[in-house]
């Protein structure tokens, strides 16, 4: 059965936006996608140790997402979690020095690429779907106290939805009614694996919403107004009626799983065709349609972005080493018995 | 401005790589994304795409040729017409070591042990190991330093006292005979002791008396000169046992072996005819061949053989001891030291010199009776040591 | 100050009103804890005491709702969650593991943990090899996990408030073949602190350590070796994980003899790290090897016989103590 994507006016939500707004949005898209760029290239050069799972490709959705919804939730997702560190507000400096392991990186170089926080971002998670619980738990957080207005946004691969830890979320979610935003960025590969392999039914959402009791849609994850647009209309929904979302956002991965992912599985030609719905191109287009933006500007604002990053992975290559002498401190956190 | 492709580290594990294929070469222009190369790993064969636009002036790494991770392999420039200038980073690659933080901090090591519990005072401090070995070795605890950690004995201070090995020698032929002869003629002589103590203020005074004179002798010197005597009065004591034969020797002359300790052990050189000898001249043989025996210069006849043996251990001033007899002779005489002593005199207690003289026998040759005898001879031949002058021949 | 003559349960029923009346952020989760009253009775009438919403029936759905207390910890909730026993908790076992105890330490100290995992733990009476796992060591061996285990209503009630207002995450683990046990507390408020061990027993001979259920076989081998004139002093470790070796050590400088029991295996358990520290600090003053009586290497049996031999028996631990007397 095909899915539907979810309706969203998009020439209203442009003009909803407004340039500003909207250039804005590009801004961001170009900074994750540059800012990924040469982090990357420092991990091919050995300057970032562990793994590394890069969004390039798939920048629309969270970013629609925050811009949408406003920081002021609580947002959880994967490994794959520099961008919604970025754009929760982590300096690219800060994250940057993270994947150098330096005292002055986002976690005082403990926690590395996988493990990214702000104040409103619950990390960065390793296990595959252990955060989904956690986002429920959020969620649960915001009903006991009686806050409305905010909601948890949890973002997951497809490869995680067969997990038990997504399936006794959700279960928990519907049953108690938890202000739980639930995003599958289903990039159709789970590592190495095509999601049609993993999971036994072909619509993420549709199909597996309603087995939960909850509402679920798919969304163009390629298409940002599209996903300015429905992340809206959820956030409001939730905020009157406090229901659990279970939301499929389509979307490619132009790089492997991580950076050392030669990714075979998938032919050339289909990663090209992919490249050719880049969401920032896509954007770019659609700017360059109603005239607030040229080839000018964009190169501009691209240019700033590497810089940017640049100027990061100068901070990070410059920044000490965490001492030595404060390994074992701050295990557990501080007491006030 | 030029800037440099490195070989990419593909893989965590990776360390160094083979060029499998150039897809640009010199003088292309490259944009940022296009396939640059492949690269061969230990894993697999991986395409690698340009970073930045820019123009490919320069491949430094050949297809086939293998570079490490970080090493430059192509030389760019963002214009077309710019000449390449290779940057400082070409000579010195960053390798991205990590710097000395800029925060004082303590070199990594090894949580270093929590100190032991204070022992306090009461408590000896020794390892289970030590405390074995000092048991097994007879070593009194309490008078070893030791160096293990809070003043702990530990099983290397036991062996600083130098008896920390059981060692298993093997015997020099001197204590191989020794051992030999001793261990033969202590366990199949039936050995019989007699004691003499006698008063020997006049043998001190006569020696005093002597060395005025300017004739040194010693102590021994006397008893041999003494003994010799009393065995011609007595020639049941001057004799020996054939044990192969089961026979009674009866010596035809006095000879009286005096016993030497040496470093290695001891031997008996041999004062022949020693009842025909002047004092002094037993004193200068007995010397000679003490200083002899000492540099391993005896001959075999000068020590093989003999009639009668003397042991001394006076000069430790021991108080008295037993000998082993010197087989096949019959009897030896131990001499131990002069002593001062309250004695009996006239009936009175008054200070004196004793020196006590054990006499052991073979009973099977000497009865307790002649070995009495002898010594009684010999106790007065030393209470009037005048004796010892007299020449015999 | 007065006594109450109450049992484990309703001890640790008390901390857990007690510390929901005093914070409004404390609330209660587990599988029937509410309507059913507690597994084990616990809970019992909290649920009519508090309401829904601060006392939870959750399905049966470890994983979700151990992350979910979790989640709630980190965004300012102070969870108490029950797990109708430690055994079921190895379904939720990456969620205490990977988020619980590692996320104040991983996040660069910037999310904490308050939250407090609860429940019986070890044999009960015959329930084979799928319910009765003692856990402290499983557990014990990850830093940024505090582990405690009262073994009588006194400490039950003392050190379970402690775990609700600690500020990291706690494994509380208790004791179904204890939960009757009747003892005389006081009725005012008192906290016992996490982290310190208590000499239940003077003694002068040997120090016979342990904790939770084990406690109760030591006291009773202890008056059995009095009998024989060996006194054995007593150690209730209270607290697993941070480990109160100090009161251990200033016992064996007076006894220099240790016997070490818990209900654990003998691989790798507890009592393998409690000796382990002893010879380290305390080498000078052991005039005998530590010994140590823990369950015997096999699954828990069913049967009465089978399940009486491989647990740690009075018998053992005598023959233990005199063996190095």
Avoid at chain 2, 74 to 94: I, N
Avoid at chain 3, 44 to 56: N, S, T
Wanted: proline share 5%; hydrophobic share 40%.
């Amino acid at each position: 059965m095909a899915r539907s994507i979810f309706p969203v006016d998009r020439a209203h939500i442009l003009q909803q936006l407004g340039k500003t707004d909207v250039l804005e949005a590009l801004k961001k898209m170009l900074l994750i996608r540059n800012f990924e760029i040469r982090a990357e290239a420092a991990y091919l050069q050995g300057k970032i140790g562990g793994f590394f799972h890069s969004y390039i490709g798939q920048e629309a959705i969270q970013t629609a997402a925050v811009m949408a919804m406003g920081m002021n939730n609580w947002w959880i997702t994967s490994y794959r979690c520099h961008a919604l560190a970025l754009l929760l507000g982590a300096t690219p400096d800060s994250i940057m020095a993270e994947f150098f392991g330096r005292v002055t990186g986002n976690a005082k170089g403990r926690g590395g690429s996988m493990h990214l926080y702000t104040e409103r971002l619950l990390g960065g998670f390793g296990i595959v779907g252990g955060q989904v619980p956690i986002a429920i738990g959020a969620a649960f957080s915001l009903k006991y106290q009686g806050i409305r207005d905010q909601a948890a946004i949890c973002f997951l691969g497809d490869g995680a939805v067969p997990q038990g830890a997504f399936h006794e979320s959700m279960n928990l979610a519907a049953l108690w009614s938890l202000p739980c935003l639930t995003v599958i960025e289903n990039n159709e590969w789970g590592m190495g694996t095509a999601v049609a392999k993993a999971v036994s039914v072909p619509r993420l959402a549709e199909d597996k919403a309603p087995g939960y009791g909850m509402e679920g849609f798919t969304l163009d994850g390629m298409d940002f107004l599209h996903c300015y647009g429905a992340f809206l209309t959820f956030s409001k929904n939730m905020q009157a009626n406090s229901r659990p979302i279970l939301v499929e956002a389509l979307t490619q991965r132009f790089k492997g799983h991580s950076v050392s992912d030669p990714g075979l599985y998938r032919t050339k030609e289909s990663v090209k065709e992919h490249m050719g719905r880049d969401p920032i191109l896509l954007l770019k287009q659609e700017l360059e349609q109603v005239g607030w933006l040229d080839e000018e500007t964009f190169t501009a604002l691209d240019t700033q972005a590497r810089e940017t990053a640049l100027a990061a992975l100068k901070f990070a290559e410059e920044s000490p080493w965490p001492d030595l002498a404060t390994l074992e401190r701050d295990v557990f956190a501080p007491e006030n018995l | 401005m030029t800037f440099i492709v490195t070989m990419p580290k593909l893989s965590p594990t990776m360390e160094t790589g083979t060029i499998a294929k150039w897809h640009k070469k010199e003088g292309d222009q490259v944009a940022a994304g296009d396939l640059l190369l492949e690269v061969s790993t230990d894993k697999a064969t991986v395409e690698h795409n340009a970073l930045d636009p820019g123009y490919l002036r320069k491949i430094l790494v050949q297809e086939g040729q293998e570079a490490a991770v970080n090493q430059p392999i192509a030389l760019f420039t963002e214009k077309v017409d710019e000449p390449v200038s290779v940057p400082e980073e070409t000579a010195h690659p960053q390798t991205g070591a990590p710097k000395p933080s800029q925060e004082a901090s303590a070199p990594a090591a090894a949580t270093p042990p929590p100190p032991p519990v204070e022992v306090k005072g009461e408590r000896l401090l020794i390892s289970p190991l030590a405390r074995k070995l000092a048991k097994e070795q007879g070593i009194n605890t309490t008078q070893i330093k030791g160096t293990g950690p809070g003043g702990r004995i530990v099983s290397r201070d036991l062996a600083q006292k130098g008896e920390m090995k059981t060692q298993e020698i093997a015997l020099t032929p001197m204590r191989k005979v020794i051992s030999q002869r001793l261990q033969q003629a202590k366990s199949t002589i039936p050995h019989f002791y007699v004691e003499q103590t006698i008063q020997a203020d006049a043998l001190v005074d006569f020696r005093e008396q002597l060395s005025h004179l300017g004739t040194k002798v010693s102590y021994n010197d006397c008893v041999v000169k003494a003994s010799a005597l009393a065995l011609r009065e007595h020639p049941q004591v001057n004799s020996g046992f054939n044990a192969s034969n089961q026979t009674l020797i009866q010596f035809g002359s006095i000879d009286i072996s005096v016993a030497v300790s040496l470093p290695e052990g001891l031997i008996t050189p041999i004062v022949f005819q020693a009842d025909k000898k002047e004092l002094q001249q037993i004193s200068t043989e007995v010397r000679t061949l003490a200083v002899k025996a000492k540099e391993n210069k005896l001959e075999p006849r000068e020590f093989q053989g003999g009639s009668f043996t003397i042991s001394n251990l006076g000069m430790f001033g021991i108080t008295r001891f037993s000998a082993i007899i010197n087989a096949p002779q019959a009897c030896i005489l131990a001499v131990g030291g002069i002593i001062d002593t309250p004695i009996i005199k006239n009936g009175a207690i008054v200070p004196g010199k004793v020196m006590t003289l054990t006499l052991s026998c073979d009973h099977r040759v000497v009865d307790g009776v002649a070995g009495a005898k002898f010594l009684k001879t010999l106790q007065n031949l030393l209470e009037n040591p005048a004796h010892l002058l007299v020449t015999h021949v | 100050m007065t006594t109450q003559l109450i049992d484990m349960r309703e001890a640790l029923r008390q901390a857990l009103n007690e510390e929901m009346e005093r914070d409004a952020n404390v609330f209660i989760m587990g599988e029937e804890v509410g309507e059913y009253n507690g597994a084990y009775k616990v809970t019992k009438g909290m649920l009519e005491k508090w309401g829904p919403k601060r006392v939870l029936d959750t399905p049966i759905s470890e994983l979700g709702f151990a992350g979910l207390g979790i989640g709630a910890a980190m965004t300012g909730l102070r969870p108490v969650v029950e797990f109708m026993s430690f055994n079921f908790s190895f379904v939720a076992a990456d969620q205490i593991i990977s988020n619980a105890a590692k996320m104040y330490y991983m996040s660069g100290n910037r999310f904490s943990v308050p939250i407090v995992f609860r429940g019986p733990n070890g044999a009960a009476a015959q329930v084979s090899s799928q319910h009765s796992h003692c856990v402290e060591s499983m557990y014990g061996v990850l830093p940024g996990l505090i582990i405690v285990t009262p073994s009588n209503a006194y400490s039950a009630k003392g050190l379970l408030k402690s775990a609700i207002r600690s500020n990291n995450p706690v494994l509380f683990l208790e004791s179904e073949l204890s939960y009757g046990d009747k003892m005389e507390i006081p009725t005012e408020e008192y906290l016992v602190p996490i982290g310190q061990a208590r000499v239940v027993r003077p003694g002068k001979n040997l120090t016979l350590v342990s904790h939770s259920h084990m406690i109760n076989k030591c006291l009773k081998a202890a008056e059995e070796l009095a009998k024989g004139g060996i006194e054995a002093e007593v150690i209730d470790l209270q607290t697993i994980r941070p480990l109160d070796i100090e009161t251990v050590l200033t016992s064996i400088k007076k006894t220099n003899r240790a016997v070490l029991v818990e209900e654990g295996h003998y691989f790798s358990g507890i009592a393998a790290e409690v000796a382990f520290e002893i010879q380290e600090k305390a080498f000078d003053y052991l005039d005998a090897p530590v010994l140590r009586v823990c369950q015997r290497e096999t699954p828990m049996p069913y049967s009465k016989v089978l399940e009486a031999e491989t647990l740690p028996n009075v018998p053992r631990i005598v023959a233990a103590c005199r063996s190095i007397a």
